[in-house]
């Protein structure tokens, strides 16, 4: 079995991230629920977490540290809670539909949005960028790095733009975190929100916000915080304020390990390691007759992703001929992505896209490019 779909989440996991988890489950009480010892512990514990994920990030506040189940909660609440009627967010077609179908939610509450077009190898200008940017505008809110192309944005460049005009930079660092380095201070971003099932390496149903000092969100939700039970309003305090109900503090233990574990061995060298499957692969693919690749393939920094179709097949068709009958596991479709697919012209075929972690090897980037030779010869 040859797994190749890790945009999607990365099935191999650290041993002691299953390990974690495992031990969580017997040990854990409820966070911030009580003063007893094994929720003191608790407490301890989920803030380790924190000042974990604060120190990954380049951010130096574990407080602006709220967790979600994932990103797309995350983005969620951020999208949510922070803009009012009349002000203006600019985006891209590169977008997630986690970026996307909220904004068009609040596009309905009169939220004024401009999405920022694609070309067909799924780049955006920023040169239109600056000139989107107006006297309304209250954010850019972007990807890292395509989920279809792995086209990454130059969010040094964006932050940059957006502290000259003086307007918030909210970054989706789903496809990168983990695998390329994302300073928040550094990049000028106020606010990331990431998943931590995918580069992280961690469980799924975890992720989160981190929230520059002085931004302000409204909650998503309301209920149980532990503090302040008889208001009626949810705690307007950081990180609880982001965070009602049990947290999924088994599932926070696995992600504190994972994070561990990704600092130990590097980020940059994991990124190194999946950036040479991926041009492999690609390499290996772009000139067999009937592939069609997709994305920039001439830029060096790039997420681990490659997309491609097979003459006139459908996507589908051919991830499934992959999978029953090679066990190469690939995604295909429109990748919740409809506007990136729309730029290269695939919304009727979709796309077959191999995504690589750092438990993949070149033994399986060259048995996937022997089979997908041998299905275009077909």
Not at 126 to 141: C, D, H, L, P, S
């Amino acid at each position: 079995m040859i797994y190749l779909d890790n945009a999607a989440t990365t099935l191999r996991k650290p041993e002691c991230v299953r390990k974690a988890v495992y031990e969580a489950m017997g040990t854990l009480g409820n966070y911030g629920r009580g003063g007893h010892g094994i929720t003191l512990e608790t407490s301890r514990k989920i803030y380790e977490a924190r000042e974990a994920i604060a120190g990954f990030f380049g951010f130096g506040d574990p407080s602006g540290v709220a967790f979600t189940c994932n990103a797309t909660e995350a983005l969620n609440t951020v999208i949510r809670g922070m803009f009012d009627p009349g002000e203006h967010v600019v985006t891209t077609a590169l977008e997630h539909n986690s970026v996307l179908r909220p904004l068009y939610e609040m596009e309905k509450a009169g939220v004024l949005v401009t999405v920022l077009p694609a070309d067909e190898k799924g780049n955006i200008s920023y040169e239109e960028m600056e000139q989107a940017i107006g006297e309304k505008t209250r954010a850019v809110v972007c990807t890292h790095a395509s989920n279809v192309t792995g086209n990454m944005l130059d969010i040094e460049r964006i932050g940059k733009l957006c502290r000259r005009k003086g307007i918030l930079f909210v970054l989706d660092a789903s496809q990168t975190a983990g695998a390329v380095p994302v300073q928040m201070e550094k990049c000028g971003i106020d606010v990331l929100c990431f998943t931590g099932h995918k580069g992280l390496m961690g469980p799924q149903g975890t992720g989160g916000i981190c929230v520059r000092e002085g931004v302000e969100i409204r909650p998503l939700k309301a209920g149980g915080s532990g503090i302040h039970s008889f208001e009626r309003e949810h705690p307007g305090i950081m990180p609880g304020r982001l965070e009602a109900g049990t947290l999924n503090g088994h599932g926070i233990m696995g992600l504190l390990s994972a994070v561990e574990y990704v600092k130990q061995a590097g980020v940059e060298n994991i990124g190194a390691h999946e950036q040479k499957l991926a041009r492999a692969f690609y390499e290996g693919v772009r000139e067999i007759p009937g592939v069609k690749v997709y994305g920039d393939f001439e830029k060096k920094e790039r997420a681990a992703i490659v997309a491609l179709n097979i003459g006139e097949y459908d996507s589908a068709q051919v991830s499934d001929e992959l999978s029953c009958t090679y066990e190469i596991y690939a995604r295909s479709g429109a990748h919740c992505a409809p506007l990136m697919h729309q730029a290269m012209g695939t919304q009727e075929q979709g796309a077959v896209r191999f995504s690589f972690s750092w438990f993949n090897t070149l033994e399986e980037v060259e048995q996937t490019v022997r089979v997908l030779r041998e299905l275009a010869a077909e």
